[in-house]
């Protein structure tokens, strides 16, 4: 059995591997994105308790409540957008060029 023999199966094969590593290449940018996420929340809750912790009396306590909540919904709001994206970009995979135009004119 050589390549010439079996062309179909050599070019599925082909189109397989290539398919993988899109979708691989796809989930490492989505881990990536959750890391970054992770870290940024983190470090905002971080810089809220310090405010916080530093405050002196009750209204200067509840402004820095109220910051934390308002980034953190904005935060969450902006990831969840991008993880949409993310989420659209991995099932486009493998799909032709006219179909990623098509997704991208409907996003």
């Known amino acids: 059995m050589s390549e010439a023999t079996y062309p179909a199966v050599t070019t599925w094969m082909m189109q397989a591997t290539d398919g ?11 881990q990536q ?7 940024l929340r983190l470090a905002e809750n971080r810089r809220s308790w310090d405010a916080l912790m530093s ?12 910051d934390w909540a308002l980034q953190a919904a904005n935060d969450y709001s902006d990831e969840a957008a991008r993880l949409a ?23």
Do not use: M, N
Not at 87 to 104: F, I, Q, R, Y
């Open 20 to 30: 993988c590593q899109a979708y691989l290449q796809a989930c490492l940018g989505w």
């Open 33 to 39: 994105e959750l890391a970054r996420f992770a870290d």
């Open 55 to 66: 405050s002196r009396d009750v209204a200067s306590a509840l402004k820095v409540q109220q």
């Open 85 to 107: 994206q993310l989420a659209t970009s991995l099932s486009l995979t493998g799909t032709t060029p006219a179909v990623h135009e098509t997704a991208t004119v409907i996003a």
